[in-house]
Every structure is written in C-alpha cells, then in structure tokens.
C-alpha cells in the first residue's frame, strides 16, 4: 500500500490550500482514510476521517467548519479553508481496517501513512 500526499504549501491567515493523497495497491473493503497532522515538538494528531462503509466525514473540533475531506477514485482530499498559525503543520494521509472500537482520531487504530507534506500559514 502507498500513500503519496501532494498540495502543501506555505499561505497567508485566512488562505485556503487543498491536499491530495494518492492511494494504491489497498483493496480491502471496508476501511478508513484519515488526515493527521504534525507541529514541531507537538504529538501527530488527527484532523478529519472519512470511513468506506459511511457517507459521514469525521472531524477533530479545531478543524469543525474550515476543513473538508472527500474521496475520489484512488484518493483522499482535505480542503483547508479560513487558515490560521496554528494549522501550521506536517500534513499526513493514513489508511487503516476498520473494526470495532476503532478511533479516527487514534495514530495507532491507523497501519499505512504517506510521507506527509508541509503546511505553513503566516
């Protein structure tokens, strides 16, 4: 399985930037694709999930309202809206078997991430 992240880049507060995430080589039926993000010297963290079996996006409360994720053929998006500061980040895709208990915002519920690609708002 890949995941290979493209889209980042560096805007102004109030910019808006749209990540891509290219996935291959996962057939599995029933799964999760979820965005996660990385600040220096902070814990990666969950941002937005969107799961095969719902038609329902997941969101982490910071991000509620400005960020959207979808899927396409292949593919995971985050569209990042009304950025601030503190979105600055590593932006990362993950990929993980959905089962019971399972927690989107949880790093280790995920078994397959991308490299990342980074997110800087000034």
């Known amino acids: 399985v890949q995941l290979v992240e493209s889209g980042g880049g560096s805007v102004q507060a109030g910019g808006s930037l749209r990540l891509s995430c290219a996935v291959s080589g996962y057939t599995y039926s029933s799964y999760c694709l979820g965005w996660f993000r990385q600040a220096p010297g902070k814990d990666r963290e969950g941002v937005a999930a969107i799961y095969s079996t719902e038609n329902t996006p997941r969101y982490d409360d910071s991000v509620k309202g400005r960020f959207t994720i979808s899927s396409g053929s292949a593919a995971v998006y985050l569209q990042m809206n009304d950025l601030r500061p503190d979105d600055t980040a590593i932006y990362y895709c993950?990929?993980?078997?959905?089962?019971?208990?399972?927690?989107?915002?949880?790093?280790?519920?995920?078994?397959?991430w991308g490299q990342g690609t980074q997110v800087t708002v000034s």
């Open positions: 993950a990929a993980g078997f959905l089962y019971p208990g399972f927690n989107y915002l949880e790093t280790d519920d995920y078994r397959f």
